[in-house]
């Protein structure tokens, strides 16, 4: 199963992705969480994006395709994958077109969450992270049992630098100037469903179920 996440930053795209990556058995690829794994291993893709990132700006498309181009053609990419945060322009669009036309696949649901602005301030400034397993948490929607540590592995919660409130302004610009536009992009086709973000995350995920279902897929 192919999946496409769309949604402004906050929205909900890597809560969801884990839980479909859990109850559907396909990898979640994240193209923030991979660039934040470069920038910690100061690779030579984590050094160019990490000024574009921590300014709350988009990582060059020539990067992020060649770096999803390769993603895809991991051993745990050959059931399917669920995208998200990429694509993010319409450049990067045609080239996952060109992309999934090369692995012989075609996409199943590109789920659009819509967020209001109110949820999505709150859902930034309250996030945590966790430094080992990468599991979202809010320290109001969705806190660890234990105050700044993952209930999961025990290791450290962090905010991500980019979450801090003048460059989270800066994304939403982005978001409105850059990526919203892919929402044309991909509303003509059948398999575009709108998914309503401001729902706590089991009941979207309730919903992104039935639209799944219609295109039987059931997991
Ligand atoms: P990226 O990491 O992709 O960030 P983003 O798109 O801005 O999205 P977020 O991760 O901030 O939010 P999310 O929608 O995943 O929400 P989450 O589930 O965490 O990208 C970071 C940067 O990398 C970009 O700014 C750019 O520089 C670069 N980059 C990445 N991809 C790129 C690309 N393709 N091209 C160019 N540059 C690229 O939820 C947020 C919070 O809300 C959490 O605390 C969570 O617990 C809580 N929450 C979630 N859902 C619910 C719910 N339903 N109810 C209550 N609480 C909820």
């Given at each position: 199963m192919?999946?496409?996440?769309?949604?402004?930053?906050?929205?909900?795209?890597?809560?969801?992705?884990?839980?479909?990556e859990?109850?559907?058995?396909?990898?979640?690829?994240?193209?923030?969480d991979?660039?934040?794994?470069n920038v910690?291993?100061k690779t030579?893709?984590?050094?160019?994006?990490?000024e574009?990132m921590n300014n709350?700006?988009?990582?060059p498309?020539d990067?992020?395709?060649?770096?999803?181009?390769?993603?895809?053609l991991?051993?745990?990419?050959?059931t399917?994958?669920?995208?998200?945060?990429f694509?993010?322009?319409?450049?990067?669009?045609?080239?996952?077109?060109?992309?999934?036309?090369?692995l012989?696949?075609t996409?199943?649901?590109?789920l659009?969450?819509?967020?209001?602005?109110?949820t999505?301030?709150?859902?930034?400034?309250?996030r945590?992270i966790?430094?080992?397993?990468?599991?979202?948490?809010?320290?109001?929607?969705?806190?660890p049992k234990?105050e700044?540590k993952?209930d999961?592995?025990?290791?450290?919660?962090?905010?991500?630098?980019?979450?801090?409130?003048?460059?989270?302004?800066?994304?939403?610009?982005?978001?409105?100037?850059?990526t919203?536009?892919?929402?044309?992009?991909y509303?003509?086709?059948?398999?575009?469903?709108?998914i309503?973000?401001?729902k706590?995350?089991?009941?979207m995920?309730?919903?992104?179920?039935k639209?799944?279902?219609?295109?039987?897929?059931s997991?």
């Amino acid at each position: 199963m192919y999946i496409i996440l769309l949604g402004a930053p906050g929205a909900g795209k890597g809560t969801l992705a884990k839980m479909i990556e859990k109850k559907f058995g396909i990898s979640h690829l994240s193209t923030g969480d991979i660039l934040r794994d470069n920038v910690n291993r100061k690779t030579c893709v984590g050094n160019q994006a990490k000024e574009y990132m921590n300014n709350g700006k988009l990582v060059p498309d020539d990067i992020m395709i060649q770096m999803v181009k390769g993603r895809v053609l991991e051993e745990d990419c050959k059931t399917g994958f669920v995208l998200d945060g990429f694509p993010r322009t319409i450049e990067q669009a045609e080239a996952l077109e060109l992309i999934f036309n090369g692995l012989n696949v075609t996409i199943d649901a590109v789920l659009n969450l819509k967020a209001s602005q109110e949820t999505i301030i709150e859902r930034l400034s309250g996030r945590i992270i966790c430094n080992g397993c990468e599991v979202i948490y809010h320290t109001e929607n969705i806190p660890p049992k234990f105050e700044g540590k993952c209930d999961k592995c025990g290791d450290k919660l962090y905010q991500r630098d980019d979450d801090k409130k003048d460059v989270v302004k800066k994304r939403l610009i982005v978001y409105k100037t850059r990526t919203k536009k892919l929402i044309s992009y991909y509303e003509r086709q059948n398999s575009f469903y709108e998914i309503d973000a401001n729902k706590k995350a089991d009941e979207m995920f309730v919903e992104v179920c039935k639209n799944l279902e219609k295109v039987g897929k059931s997991g």
